[in-house]
């Protein structure tokens, strides 16, 4: 995993996407050498809907899920609209409640929905969702909770079986956005006990432009991408037949290294600790369990935009907040959840390695931080020299 990288920047931003890993671009060549509708009944069509079976298959053994259980999207924004709508249409008595830290791919499809509180650390209040389960009477309809796997911004893991568990007894369903989960460490939908799960190719080393959405036997689904009978008529579109491979080689490919990513956990710590003495940084959430490859880091004074600048300038991709987001300067909406104030949300960064990412990596984006902190009069103390 960690072989060094022979380009003169560094790549931090995985959690925006990652790049694409040799596995998923040599089976998308393949795939697309064949140059068929997955629909037609020739051979060369045959040929085609096998390759889409077959990502099938390896993105099901990703996270334990029954092949059929599984259809392809268009990504992850596809695949959590497909959800949240389609099991609502399906069960009109279902009423959203969801985490206040959710991707905007969730929140913005029902605006509306009562949004769960999280802790100071980012992981959803449990004592609120039992509390709030616990008075639900069926006049309520049924409740449906949407609680991601894990935070792009923070990396902060939340207790998504625990959850399940509070949701099923009062009688409701499970959505777990789990994009930034898959390949990161083992899921498994039978151990998280959710009804609903969504998923991403270009977070772990896929193509940009596919996703799955799995669906528990029996969970209500009305079908929201309407045309032809694809996907077992649960969306309709030609299959991204070249994506679908990539998909599915780089879900192999992440989950045979799952013990490699944990090893970030490592690499991260030193870079925080040296973050912390030498530049005086918060690190967000970190009392609490986190994919091993994400740090949100912030500064009070040290304005996000300026530190993604500065980092970029020597040659140091990383993010403030939210990739998808970027561009338009806002506050955090998860660090506003978790009561961190304006003053320090405002300068947060978020660094997110994977499975390229090298120890001198690390060192480098440690460096170009302290750097530009120098450079904009952040650092009380001169940085320390290193050898
Ligand atoms: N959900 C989460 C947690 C994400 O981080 C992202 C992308 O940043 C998405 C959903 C959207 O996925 P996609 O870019 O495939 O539409």
């Not at 509306?112 to 100071?120: G, K, M, N, Q, Y």
């Not at 959430?285 to 009070?300: D, H, M, P, W």
């Not at 990596?361 to 302290?370: G, I, K, M, S, T």
Request: proline share 3%; with cysteine.
């Amino acid at each position: 995993m960690f072989k060094s990288a022979a380009s003169s920047t560094v790549y931090a931003d995985y959690n925006a996407t990652a790049p694409l890993r040799k596995e998923a671009r040599e089976a998308m060549l393949v795939a697309m050498e064949i140059g068929a509708n997955a629909s037609s009944v020739h051979g060369a069509g045959r040929k085609a809907k096998a390759v889409i079976e077959r990502g099938r298959d390896q993105v099901a053994m990703a996270i334990g899920a029954c092949r059929d259980d599984l259809f392809f999207t268009s990504g992850g924004t596809e695949a959590n609209f497909s959800v949240l709508k389609g099991a609502c249409a399906a069960d009109p008595s279902l009423r959203l409640i969801v985490s206040a830290i959710e991707h905007d791919a969730v929140l913005a499809q029902f605006p509306d929905a009562e949004r769960a509180p999280v802790t100071a650390d980012g992981v959803i209040d449990l004592d609120w969702l039992r509390h709030r389960m616990a008075e639900w009477i069926s006049e309520d309809g049924r409740p449906f909770l949407s609680l991601m796997f894990a935070n792009n911004e923070t990396g902060v893991i939340q207790p998504v079986a625990d959850a399940a568990r509070l949701v099923h007894d009062a009688g409701g369903l499970i959505h777990s956005d789990a994009v930034q989960g898959l390949g990161k460490v083992q899921l498994s939908v039978v151990d998280l006990e959710v009804d609903y799960l969504t998923l991403s190719a270009h977070k772990i080393g896929g193509p940009q432009g596919v996703g799955a959405v799995f669906l528990a036997a029996g969970a209500p689904y009305i079908c929201q991408i309407t045309g032809g009978g694809q996907e077992m008529g649960r969306r309709a579109g030609t299959e991204n037949v070249a994506g679908i491979a990539g998909f599915g080689a780089a879900c192999d490919a992440a989950v045979s290294d799952l013990d490699g990513f944990a090893k970030l956990a490592q690499l991260r710590e030193k870079l925080e600790n040296r973050l912390k003495t030498e530049g005086g940084v918060t690190i967000i959430g970190e009392r609490v369990a986190r994919i091993a490859n994400t740090t949100c880091l912030a500064k009070s004074g040290f304005r996000s935009e300026t530190q993604v600048m500065a980092m970029d300038l020597a040659g140091v991709a990383v993010s403030s907040g939210s990739a998808c987001s970027s561009g338009k300067v806002r506050r955090s909406h998860v660090l506003s959840a978790m009561n961190i104030s304006p003053e320090l949300a405002d300068g947060a960064l978020r660094i997110s390695f994977g499975w390229q990412s090298t120890p001198d990596d690390h060192e480098r984006v440690a460096d170009a931080w302290l750097a530009a902190a120098m450079r904009a009069g952040q650092l009380s103390t001169p940085k320390k020299e290193t050898a």
